[in-house]
């Protein structure tokens, strides 16, 4: 029975503290790593049958996990086929390629293989960690663009009916680091088909070159943190308002909000999530006081009761 052999790739008491760009967490009672489209349906489907919670990690690279742990399957993705470009089916049009990628593709295996192909359109995700797949449910951007800008379609696997199906862009729904698969968890994305236009490698180099130099200067890649904490206001950004609350450089525990970019809480060496939680409630309440604004938090939560 496939559900029997599967249980023997399933690891117990796992912790994903190193599973997480933030190096913050504690435990998952269930861990597995799926290797393939057809591991990822099979945990799923096993996790059902033993009415276990599930959640499925990409690189963790904009999640907070909680100090207790998680409480159920951790599905890790690790299915990484990726295509070379070719041009899109039944179309001569030379001045666009698609690239097929499965979700445990890196964001930057895709830049660096359109970039060696002359493709333009994801410029902006030069150094930006995660997976396609987690930077779709997230759509991802930066700039000014997004990932949404660049999808041709997605292969999902729908975890009520238990069958795949594929969306278009315009049934993705993508709004700013929002889409359909944020706000329907029964929809977990397999693969994505990338439309991307012919460009300039040098004119595409440049550009990588310059986006890569400000996320060095402006952000602190130099420590474990989940990326944006916050989602930025229609035209403003957050980082300001953090900084104008006087917030720069305030530490809890072995935690606090960088110096180098006030959207971003770093983890000094032993950071404990439930810091983390403190620091965000602060952050929301004197933005809320002084500028009356209420902040959406950018990254995801696990394992945690209430955030409340």
């Known amino acids: 029975m496939q559900t029997s052999k ?45 009415n276990l919670l599930f959640f499925v990690l990409g690189s963790g690279s904009n999640l907070l996990v909680s100090d207790e742990g998680f409480d159920g399957l951790v599905i890790k993705i690790k299915n990484q086929k990726l295509k070379n470009p070719c041009l899109p089916a039944g179309k001569k049009n030379q001045k666009s390629k698609i690239i097929d990628a499965e979700a445990g593709v890196f964001l930057n295996q895709i830049v660096i293989l359109a970039l060696k192909n002359n493709l333009s359109g994801l410029e902006w995700a030069a150094g930006i960690p995660g997976t396609v797949g987690g930077a779709i449910y997230g759509n991802a951007g930066a700039f000014g663009k997004s990932i949404g800008d660049s999808i041709e379609e997605v ?7 238990l069958e795949i199906k594929t969306f278009k862009n315009k049934d993705c729904k993508f709004g700013y680091r929002d889409s359909i698969f944020k706000n329907k968890k029964n929809l977990i994305i397999l693969s994505v088909i990338l439309q991307l236009k012919k460009g300039n490698e040098k004119v595409i ?10 996320r060095r200067e402006t952000q602190p890649l130099n420590y474990p943190s989940a990326g944006s904490i916050f989602k930025n206001p229609k035209g403003l950004f957050t980082a300001e308002f953090i900084e104008k609350c006087g917030l720069k450089d305030k530490r809890i525990g072995d935690v606090k909000i960088s110096e180098k970019h006030a959207n971003f809480i770093i983890n000094l060496g032993q950071g404990k999530a439930n810091d983390v939680i403190k620091l965000i409630k602060l952050i929301k309440k004197r933005v809320k006081e002084k500028f009356d604004i209420v902040l959406q938090e950018e990254i995801q939560f696990l394992g945690f009761k209430t955030k409340d």
């Open 6 to 50: 599967l249980l023997l790739g399933v690891q117990k008491n796992i912790s994903l503290k190193n599973y997480t760009t933030f190096r913050i967490g504690g435990s998952a009672n269930y861990f597995f790593i799926a290797k393939t489209k057809k591991d990822i349906m099979e945990a799923i489907k096993m996790a059902k049958q033993l």
């Open 205 to 214: 180099q440049e550009k990588m070159k310059k986006y890569l130099e400000h």
């Open 155 to 161: 292969e999902i696997f729908d975890t009520k009916d």
